[in-house]
C-alpha cells in the first residue's frame, strides 16, 4: 500500500543548482550573495522596506520581540490556540504570554478579547495567522494604534496569503515567517523578520549578530544572540522563491481538491475563509465531528493512518500545556478546534490520482468510525 505522508517539500533542479553553486563559491556560512539577494526579494515580494533573515521561526519571532524592547514586566497577549513557539518567544524575553481566545470564523485571535485583555502592562500583541488565514489585522491594528502597542504577525504557516488585497509582510509593525521543511516555501529551516521600521531592522540586525558593531569588527555593545542564516539557505530560499507561484498554485489545487471531494461528508467541515482573505495554502485544514465531539477526530486519524494516510491534529492549545496551563481561564473555542481539528497530507507534488486514492481512504476511514454512531 503506498502510504501518503502529511507534508513533502517541492524541490527541483533549481534548488539544487543554487545550493552546489553556494557551496562551490565558499560561501556556506552567514554571509554571501544569495543572502543579500533573498532578503531584497523577500522584502519586495511582502511589500516591506527590510527583511532580516535568521535561523528559523522561533528564532525570528524572539529576534522581532527583543529588538522592539520587550523584557521583564511586560505582557504580550497571544492566541490560546497557536504552535508553541509563539508563547516561547515572549517567554525567552522574560516577558508574560497572556491568552485570549479565538474566534470560530478564522480560527485567529479574537480583537474584542484582545481589548478586553490589555492592561497597563500590555506592550504587544503577537497574532498568528493559524493554518495560512491572515488575522484581522484591520481590527488589530486600530486597537494597537489606540493603546500604544506594538503589532506583530505571526505569519509562519501564511506566506502567499494576502488580507483586503495587502501581502503578508505588510499587515503589522512586523512580520515573521519560519521555512521549516513544512511550509510552502522551505531551507530545511530559516526563518525571517520583515518591517517598514528601519530603526527596528538595524536592532535586529545588530542582536542577530551577536550584538557585534557593524563598524567596528569584535566590538560588542549589547548582548547579542547568534540567530543568522546560511549562505547555502538562502540559496534554496532564492529557487524556492523564483518557483513560489508554481508550488502555490499546486497546493491550492491540492486543497481545493480535498473540499470538493469531501464536500458530501457530513463529519468533515473545511477551514473557513473570510471574503476579505486569500488563504495560503499550507494544510488542507479540516474540522471532524460537529461542536464538543472530543473523540471523533482521533478515531478518524488512526483509521487513516491503518489506510496508510498520515495526518496531523490541530495544535494543542498553548493553556492546556503543563509550562502555560497554571492560572488559566478556559477558550472553549481553541478547546474545541484542538480537539477537533485535523490536517490532510498537502504539499504540491500530490497528482490528482494521488488524491482520489486518499479521498477514498477517507471515506473508508469515515464509515468505519461513524457506522457506530448510526446504529
Known sequence: MQRFPVARPCLSELEERYALDAVRSGWISSQGPYLRRFEEEFARQCGAAT????????????LALAAAGI?????????????????????????????????????????????????????AVVAVDLYGHPADYRQLAQLCRRHGLLLVADAAESYGATSDGEPTGRLADLTTFSFFGNKIITSGEGGCVVTSDEALAAR??????????????????????????????????????ERAPEIIAERERVVSAYEAQLADVPLLSPQPVSA?????????????GPPGDATSRDALARALDREGVETRPFFVPITELPAYRAGQVDHPVARDLGRRGLNLP????LTDADLK?????????VAIIHAPLTR
Open 51 to 62: 527583511a532580516v533573515a535568521t535561523a528559523n521561526g522561533t528564532v525570528a519571532l524572539h
Open 71 to 123: 523584557g521583564p514586566g511586560d505582557e504580550v497577549i497571544v492566541p490560546a490556540l497557536t504552535y508553541v513557539a509563539t508563547a516561547n518567544a515572549v517567554t525567552y524575553c522574560g516577558s508574560r504570554p497572556v491568552f485570549v481566545d479565538v474566534v470560530p470564523e478564522t480560527w485567529c485571535l479574537d480583537p474584542e478579547q484582545v481589548r478586553a485583555a490589555i492592561t497597563p502592562r500590555t506592550r
Open 204 to 241: 535586529m540586525r545588530l542582536l542577530r549578530n551577536q550584538g557585534m558593531d557593524p563598524q567596528r569588527r569584535y566590538w560588542f555593545p549589547v548582548v547579542g544572540f547568534n540567530y543568522r542564516m546560511t549562505n547555502v539557505a538562502a540559496a534554496l530560499l532564492c529557487a524556492q522563491m
Open 276 to 288: 476579505r482573505v486569500r488563504k495560503a495554502p499550507w494544510m488542507a485544514s479540516f474540522l471532524v
Open 346 to 349: 498537502t504539499y504540491a507534488d
Open 357 to 365: 486514492q486518499i479521498v477514498e481512504r477517507i471515506r473508508a476511514a
